[in-house]
Antibody, heavy 116, light 107 residues
Framework: EVQLVQSGAEVKKPGESLKISCKGS????????IGWVRQMPGKGLEWMGI????????RYSPSFQGQVTISADKSISTAYLQWSSLKASDTAMYYC?????????WGKGTTVTVSS | EIVLTQSPATLSLSPGERATLSCRAS??????LAWYQQKPGQAPRLLIY???NRATGIPARFSGSGSGTDFTLTISSLEPEDFAVYYC?????????FGPGTKVDIK
């Protein structure tokens, strides 16, 4: 079964750093792009960026460029989304997705709460 | 940046009725248009890709049509489990965007 398993919920304070993960299984991890999608509470879906684990080619939405870093470790079939300094406005659900031009496999999501 | 608009914002229908959801792009996206369904507390699920191809396991009551700038998702006869939010999504170069969503709720 093809699946993406995301790390658990996080509660952080403003200014803290964070790295969440997404582990792929059931398919060739290095042959598909992995993307990240944000959903703020009660809002719609926002595409953040993608990485190709085979060669670490990474693309970002202009809205998220410089705000987050996407990386991957192909040896353990895991992609990451990280922040160096969280803001309250980063509070959201974050989904990792297997990415063609459409997104055919979704993780269950990681809830990130940033609050002082 | 290509902007997607979806209409209506909310569609109130009864089980068994036909649902017609619209997605319009600010410029042509060819057939690079996908549709997703999201139920409360769940991750979205891919329904349709390439404007008209059903994803694996998606029932035949879901169909997609259109090309260029105007697209439609049709649910031929609503089942209770179809009441959800539906998003369209496009690709343009290396920028991917979603529409704001259409909520299909029970009348």
């Amino acid at each position: 079964e093809v699946q993406l398993v995301q790390s658990g919920a996080e509660v952080k304070k403003p200014g803290e750093s964070l790295k969440i993960s997404c582990k792929g299984s059931g398919y060739s991890f290095t042959s598909y792009w992995i993307g990240w999608v944000r959903q703020m509470p009660g809002k719609g879906l926002e595409w953040m960026g993608i990485i190709y684990p085979g060669d670490s080619d990474t693309r970002y939405s202009p809205s998220f460029q410089g705000q987050v870093t996407i990386s991957a470790d192909k040896s353990i079939s895991t992609a990451y989304l990280q922040w160096s300094s969280l803001k309250a406005s980063d509070t959201a659900m974050y989904y990792c997705v297997r990415h063609k031009y459409y997104m055919d496999v979704w993780g269950k999501g990681t809830t990130v709460t940033v609050s002082s | 940046e290509i902007v997607l608009t979806q209409s209506p914002a909310t569609l109130s229908l009864s089980p068994g009725e036909r649902a017609t959801l619209s997605c319009r792009a600010s410029q042509s996206v060819s057939s690079y248009l996908a549709w997703y369904q999201q139920k409360p507390g769940q991750a979205p699920r891919l329904l349709i890709y390439d404007a008209s191809n059903r994803a694996t396991g998606i029932p035949a009551r879901f169909s997609g049509s259109g090309s260029g700038t105007d697209f439609t998702l049709t649910i031929s006869s609503l089942e209770p489990e179809d009441f959800a939010v539906y998003y369209c999504q496009q690709r343009s170069n290396w920028l991917f965007t979603f529409g704001p969503g259409t909520k299909v709720d029970i009348k």
